[in-house]
């Protein structure tokens, strides 16, 4: 019964590595979605007409930090996060 139990658990862990290296693109970025990703997850409490949280960011020169409200002095701010490469 154990060795049925234990093929089991690991049939059902390559289906999961499975559909996540289909869902993240390959499994090296299943494997950083996985370590860096997933922990982070949460679900947050924004919801449509709520003021967004104020951030800390570091500048393009990779030195300065800033508040995104020290930039936008009450304008609206569009932030874009993707990969251009």
Not at 14 to 28: R, Y
Not at 30 to 47: D, I, Q, S
Not at 68 to 75: A, P
């Amino acid at each position: 019964m154990l060795k049925w139990s234990l093929i089991a658990i690991a049939v059902l862990v390559v289906a999961i590595f499975v559909g996540l290296s289909l869902m993240a693109g390959g499994p090296k970025d299943a494997f950083y979605m996985v370590r860096y990703a997933l922990p982070h997850m949460h679900v947050g409490k924004l919801k449509v007409g709520d003021e967004a949280p104020d951030a800390r960011l570091v500048a393009l020169d990779g030195t300065t930090r800033f508040h995104i409200r020290e930039r936008t002095n009450g304008k609206p701010l569009v932030l874009v996060f993707g990969s251009f490469t």
